[in-house]
């Protein structure tokens, strides 16, 4: 591998991009849809109809056409020097901003208009085809639109957008869009919008020749929607773990069993197939789990096929390296192969006549923009899953996640200015010419100023302290760096930090108190593993207390759901994330806390806060979208309709402007609220006002994408099983990836060149990057699912946020669990599901064994141990001293239930016991003398005090919290009392 030096010696790979497998590609294969019927919008061969912007070059040609002898040739600059000279900051300095809509001036658009409406109701496709002249140009991408008159542009509807991305120079490409949701009874107008933003080559201008408008009639797929298509398998395309659940769900069928096919089509197992109905629909649940063969393996029911997927405890990998892939990819200041040179070094931010260039971190999305917060959380994720790889021996990638890091650090030390003082914003959404003191420089004033901001500064204490985590011994002066860097700006967030208890409405991508607060606690607990400083410590436990006022623990209405949580501590906002999602921030830090501070009277709160979101919110919550078990949205009140709703910058000047395919009505407001009443209603009824949505209730037309948010849920729900060493809950956390990757009603993956049938992100300034992911899942009607085939901002926006929430979640689920400790004599760990055997040499030990249930075996005890994915747990398998205990809980009535504790084991040993919403004297510990073959039943009658809420009851074996016991429930949820880490 090629290395690339910088100034300061540090040395950077030159990895190739990944290629995907366009094969798999959902645009390409629908290409060969037999056309049914077809209408001509324009064979170019009739008089000129279109109108051009003032920046495009218009005219017919003969050298080339599909139909016909004639193409329309629609020519513009991407780099256009007078946009340049017109386009500046007050102080002098460029824009940098790309022309990224119609309307503006310097937009290159052209438009055919009809005079009478056209009825394309018939049709559901859109095709054309454009010759692109031969450029240099590596990213080559325009956006085709239509407006249908008095279509509606409410929080429901979707958008007439769709972009063509990565777009082959010197060749015809054919293009088609499936527009079956989208309302075109009345067609008035049909445009091509080129976005200009600078150029990856040499060549400034952009042409391309258009021919074959037309509108047809395929056999389209479905947009939205609980269903599995007839020919389809909902399953997980990158495969499945040994030890782990194996679920996929087929369409409705005649036949009682399924089959586990080999590559070659051999039958492997034969397994029953469970009909599954609910209010949804209909399904069949084909449960492999007990299938745990390594291979390579297809389903087959009824018929019908998968593709080939792996069984294996690597199965993750290559989702890893493609999310690796993308990040390299999206790197700002790096010339990234066959894509861009060393960009953005020209664009600055200045600070008491400091100028520094801020390129260096990631892109943001489909535009070259960058936002530091963003970058930081993407530092914090990629230290988790360098950490993770390391761990499970995965060397290669591990070093390259870390590498990762490392071009992050480097960014984040070299953009921050003093204590607090950040560059806030790489704003250039433009490739400038890389060279300074040209005329398309940049020195950033306004958000990419140099300032304070709060919750940018949260992020970048968490960055820093978590990557020096990660950075320990390799690079010892940097992790001192970022030490000291983080150490100073936690304290400038913290000093006179009080809790708010109003809360006004987050904007869109800004923070909400439970997200700044969240991520300060686990700030605090980075800081203090850092450095055992016990400020950090008393600061980690005050921010617990404020994160936990935060948390619903009652049940709002009479279905058991609660856990989740408010923007503010009076309660007066939940938190309803609707683009981005921070919702790992105060479950991580719960987790956090729990881990290192086991003697604090608070722990069995901060642990009861993870167990309440996972059972009452991401359990039960799911229930609501089975089969396929998707973690829940928000819980909504009636009030939360009426209450201010995230300022929306478009609201109170469209009605001003001409309709576009965007807007072509003003949503008012009294149509946007007769939208949300009607997703209110859809949501699952819980009771009296309330109402659980499965996906977000939009607020408005564009800013939609529900993935993102899913996904912070999803990191929360796996931290929670760690800490819980619940399979169940990393059962439920792993279906959310799968289905991501999958497993959701359309058998799509949403990971650009993973797994099958993954449709074109929005990326226009950008190729779509191996594992890039948009903010994902859609929904318009019903709080169903929707993945159309309109790749438009930002819900198919390729986002590097998205990438950092995924790289979270793999540093969790799928990961194998490290399990160290004494065996004087030895001891061999039995793998139930698969009858694997690992065995320890007497003395100390440290494996990494891969997640399930294990017999344990050591001299002639033998014990049972539950191990979840990313668990790091201490065993003494030592006959004169171990120990095992085993929680029941049975509830005689309502209101009082009786746990039962079975202790065994040798030696002398101290539980210790943690309550919460039970009235009774329970012990603090319990301290046992055990002889070999004794079992201690200890039998406590404890009284609920709130009935309406959850209790908890923990015991702590020997101060050691990962193996802890739990036992759970609730008066009102009596039919689901959980017990926890003793299944
Ligand atoms: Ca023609
Ligand atoms: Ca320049
Ligand atoms: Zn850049």
Redesign the pocket.
């Known amino acids: 591998m090629a290395h690339r030096h910088n100034d300061n010696g540090t040395a950077w790979t030159d990895w190739p991009l990944l290629h995907a497998d366009m094969t798999a590609s959902l645009d390409r294969k629908s290409l060969g849809k037999p056309v049914l019927r077809r209408q001509w919008i324009d064979d170019m061969e009739t008089d000129p109809d279109w109108r051009p912007s003032p920046v495009v070059e218009l005219g017919y040609t003969t050298d080339r056409a599909v139909v016909g002898t004639r193409s329309l040739r629609m020519s513009t600059l991407l780099r256009n020097p007078d946009y340049i000279r017109a386009s500046r900051e007050p102080n002098g300095t460029f824009s940098g901003q790309a022309v990224l809509f119609e309307g503006t001036p310097f937009s290159a658009v052209i438009a055919k208009h009809f005079d009478a409406p056209q009825d394309w109701s018939e049709y559901n496709r859109l095709s054309l085809w454009v010759y692109v002249h031969p450029t240099d140009h590596t990213t080559i991408a325009f956006a085709l639109a239509f407006l249908s008159e008095g279509s509606a542009a409410g929080p429901e509807d979707p958008i007439a957008i769709h972009y063509f991305s990565d777009l082959k120079a010197g060749a015809w490409n054919q293009l088609a869009w499936e527009i079956p949701e989208i309302r075109r009874d009345a067609v008035t107008e049909v445009t091509v919008f080129q976005p200009t933003f600078g150029v990856t080559g040499s060549e400034p201008r952009i042409t391309y020749d258009l021919d074959a408008l037309q509108v047809e009639l395929v056999d389209a797929e479905v947009p939205e929607g609980w269903s599995v298509p007839e020919d389809k398998i909902s399953y997980s395309h990158f495969g499945y773990t040994r030890g782990g659940h194996k679920l996929a769900t087929a369409p409705a069928g005649e036949a009682t069993e399924f089959e586990v096919l080999s590559r070659d089509g051999q039958v492997a197992a034969s397994l029953p197939a469970a009909p599954i109905t609910n209010e949804r629909g209909s399904w069949t649940r084909l449960d492999f789990s007990t299938f745990t063969r390594e291979g390579e393996w297809r389903l087959r029911y009824d018929g019908v096929e998968t593709e080939v997927f792996p069984i294996s405890d690597d199965a993750h990998l290559p989702l890893v390296e493609a999310t690796l892939n993308a990040f390299y990819g999206l790197r ?2 790096w010339a990234v192969p066959g894509v ?1 040179g060393v ?2 070094s020209d664009v600055f931010s200045e600070h008491e006549g400091d100028r520094r260039s801020v ?1 260096g971190g990631w ?1 943001d999305a489909a535009n ?1 923009t ?1 936002g530091p917060g963003r970058t930081h959380l993407s530092i914090y994720a990629l230290s988790d899953l360098a950490d993770s790889l390391y761990a499970r021996g995965a060397t290669a990638l591990a070093d390259r996640a870390r590498e990762e890091v490392c071009w992050g650090i480097a960014w984040s030390l070299g953009t921050r200015f003093g204590p607090g003082l950040r560059a806030l914003y ?1 704003d ?1 959404s433009y490739y400038t010419d890389g060279v300074v003191g040209t005329d398309d420089d940049m020195v950033q004033e306004g958000r990419g100023g140099v300032a304070y901001d709060e919750f940018q500064n949260i992020l970048g204490v968490l960055a820093m302290a978590r990557a020096a985590r990660t950075m320990g011994d390799h690079d010892a002066g940097t992790t001192e760096r970022l030490i000291v860097a983080a150490a100073e700006d936690f304290a400038v967030t913290y000093e006179g930090l009080v809790s708010p208890v109003t809360a006004e409405p987050v904007a869109i991508n800004a923070s909400s108190w439970r997200d700044r607060v969240g991520y300060l606690c686990l700030a605090a607990v980075e800081l203090y593993r850092s450095t055992g400083d016990l400020q950090y410590r008393d600061a980690a436990i005050r921010l617990g207390r404020w994160v936990l006022d935060l948390q619903e623990t009652r049940f709002v209405a009479e279905a058991p759901v609660t856990g989740f949580f408010y923007e503010d501590a009076a309660r007066t906002r939940i938190v309803h994330e609707y683009h981005d999602g921070f919702e790992d921030s105060g479950l991580l830090a719960l987790a956090a806390l729990r881990e290192e501070f086991v003697d604090s009277e608070d722990w069995i709160d901060w642990h009861t806060g993870l167990a309440l979101y996972a059972d009452y919110f991401c359990h039960l919550g799911s229930e609501a979208s089975a089969p396929f078990g998707m973690i829940p949205a928000a819980v909504w009140r009636a009030v939360d309709l009426d209450a201010p709703l995230p300022p929306d910058p478009v609201v109170d000047f469209i009605h001003l402007l001409p309709p576009t395919p965007l807007f072509p009505t003003p949503p008012t407001r009294g149509m946007v609220r007769e939208q949300m009443q009607r997703m209110f209603e859809d949501g699952m009824d819980l009771g009296g006002d309330y109402r659980l949505r499965r996906f977000p209730l939009w607020c408005d037309h564009v800013r939609h994408g529900a993935t993102t948010v899913h996904l912070g849920k999803t990191i929360g729900l796996a931290q929670a099983a760690i800490a819980r060493g619940s399979a169940a809950d990393m059962n439920l956390a792993s279906r959310q990836l799968e289905w991501v990757v999958g497993a959701n009603p359309f058998s799509r993956s949403l990971v650009y060149g993973v797994g099958f049938d993954w449709w074109q992100n929005f990326s226009a300034e950008l190729p779509n990057l191996v594992g890039g992911l948009s903010l994902g899942f859609n929904s318009y009607t019903g709080d169903t699912p929707a993945w159309g085939n309109n790749a438009v901002f930002p819900y198919k926006e390729q986002w590097v946020y998205s990438s950092s929430r995924m790289a979270m979640v793999l540093a969790r689920v799928g990961t194998p669990a490290r399990v160290r400790g004494e065996a004087p004599a030895g001891a061999t760990f039995t793998m139930r599901a698969t009858g694997d055997e690992g065995v320890v040499a007497p003395g100390s030990f440290d494996l990494m064994i891969p997640a399930g249930e294990y017999d344990v075996q050591f001299g002639g005890t033998r014990t049972s141990l539950v191990v979840v994915d990313g668990a790091r747990l201490t065993l003494r398998l030592d006959e004169s001293q171990w120990l095992m205990i085993e929680l029941r809980a049975e509830a005689s009535s309502t209101e009082r239930v009786r746990v039962t504790l079975d202790v065994s084991g040798e030696g002398s040993h101290s539980i210790a016991l943690r309550t919460r919403n039970l009235d009774a004297l329970v012990p603090d510990v319990i301290d046992v003398e055990l002889a070999r073959g004794a079992t201690q039943r200890f039998e406590l009658d404890l009284q609920v005090t709130d009935a309406a809420a959850p209790w908890t009851l923990v015991a702590i074996p020997d101060r050691d919290v990962n193996a802890s016991r739990e036992v759970g429930g609730s008066a009102l949820a009596r039919s689901r009392h959980l017990t926890r880490g003793a299944e």
Do not use: D, E
């Open positions: 700002c200041g861009h960009c953005h390129a892109h070259l960058q790489n250039a």
